[in-house]
């Protein structure tokens, strides 16, 4: 069973057998605004950024990069892991003057 439809039979078994009386208005504000964050965006936007990489080849071609930067060295795995971090971490920064306008 997946996993919203189990939080989803919780919660409808807790509002009919807990004995409170919410209002449906209410009922409907909170499970808006519990969905209705900035931070839940992000989630698929992470998802979407990694599908892309993906699709377009870069993080091969970063890996690859990065392999032959140090990939030479004694634990080469390690390294070429967090040069390939550090090059996605670059173009993230690179992104972040864009973050305000956008998330107005």
């Known amino acids: 069973m997946p996993v919203a439809f189990s939080l ?3 919660s409808t ?3 009919f057998f807990s004995g409170t009386r919410i209002p449906p208005l209410i009922l409907m504000t909170q499970m808006y605004g519990g969905i209705d ?3 839940l965006l ?3 936007m992470f998802v979407l950024t990694g599908e892309l990489l993906n699709r377009l080849n870069l993080t091969q071609k970063l890996i690859n990069v990065a392999r032959a930067l140090v990939g030479w060295i004694k634990g080469g795995l390690a390294h070429v892991n967090i040069v ?5 971490l670059v173009f993230l920064v ?3 003057p864009m973050q305000p306008p ?3």
Not at 84 to 88: A, P, V
């Open 8 to 10: 989803g039979l919780a």
């Open 84 to 88: 390939t971090s550090m090059f996605l």
């Open 42 to 44: 992000a989630l698929p």
């Open 13 to 15: 078994y807790f509002i």
């Open 94 to 96: 690179q992104c972040w």
């Open 37 to 39: 964050s900035f931070a």
């Open 102 to 104: 956008l998330g107005q």
